[in-house]
């Protein structure tokens, strides 16, 4: 598939946002969601953190960032919470009171910054979360990307790692188009229904994991028949850094095309999630890139690519209906020497 590749981080290091121009500090790591109670989170007598209060919490704790309460949005995290940008190493950060910083001097360059939760799916203390983040450069530049996020929380409800995979090449791209790039126009709205989904582990749960792993597997054995038969006549694919969506044709056609760019592809998921219609994949794409791939006008440079990806797919009747692909497109033009730096990593 033309770019397997998608997304992930979109500031700086969070920290030095504060040095960085608006476009540079767009959006630091929105709010994740954490504890269940205005109590201490050390208290022994507190109640412990349910799959319904971690929702709530991812909610609220969004309504914190857009409403800039810093005290209120700094509870939702653990003290020595983790938030990080899979495909950027540097973009890792230690501490809540770190994040808030970098956060908050990111909502005062574009004060306009709102984030409206889509999809919410909690499995244990797991919560996969699609948002709708919106801005408004200096310039009068619009940006709308798709905020996916994996969040972790301790027993009392606090996040304790934060993984961020927006894209940073959509949105440099919206602030600054490039007719030779071109990226997905600002979203105004995400096209899924806004949904909470909580894992049962039931049997509806454990078959729409075991399509979604056959079509991986598929995907990993350059089998075109095996891999458009789990897909549904009228699926959607989507990848953020493509201009468009994907029909089923169109997919099948471009992972053929990256078979041949990458003969060695493997999809590896490190961590799924089943909850209701969804599945939820954190994994690793690797591969080396021994050919030429017209659609993305790469000439074949022998270099080898290892990238993470969150992906997100809507099962119905035992076949994909939907499916969202987050990767770090800029990591990936790194890895095969296209790109020296990424825009918002640079000092310059």
Known sequence: MRKLL?????????????????????????????????????????????????????????????DSKWDDFKSCYATDAVSEHPGQRELTITGNAAIVDGVKAGKAALPDAKGQTELVLVSGHTVVGVSLLTATTPDKAKVGVMMPQVIEFDDAGKAKHQADFEDNATVMGQMKPDPKHPVRAPIEKLPMVKEVAIAKNDDKEKANLDTANKAMAAFNAHDA?????????????????????????????????????????KLTADNQYAAGDYVATVGTLEGTNDGDMPAMHLKKTGKHVQLPFLMIQKLDGGKI????????????EQQLGLRVTTPASSSK
């Open 6 to 66: 998608l997304v992930a981080a979109i500031a700086s290091s969070l920290v030095a946002c504060k040095r960085k121009k608006p476009e540079e500090a767009l959006m630091p790591a929105p709010a994740p969601p954490p504890a269940t109670g205005s109590g201490s989170a050390g208290s022994a007598a507190a109640k412990p953190v349910t799959a319904d209060d971690l929702a709530k919490r991812y909610e609220e704790c969004w309504g914190f960032y857009n």
């Open 225 to 265: 028949k095996a891999f458009g038969a789990l897909l549904a006549d009228d699926v959607v694919w989507s990848e953020q850094p493509d201009p468009k969506d994907w029909n089923k044709t169109e997919t099948v056609t471009n992972a053929g095309a990256f078979w041949k760019a990458f003969g060695d592809v």
């Open 321 to 332: 209906k939907s499916s969202w692909l987050f990767q770090q497109e800029d990591a990936f």
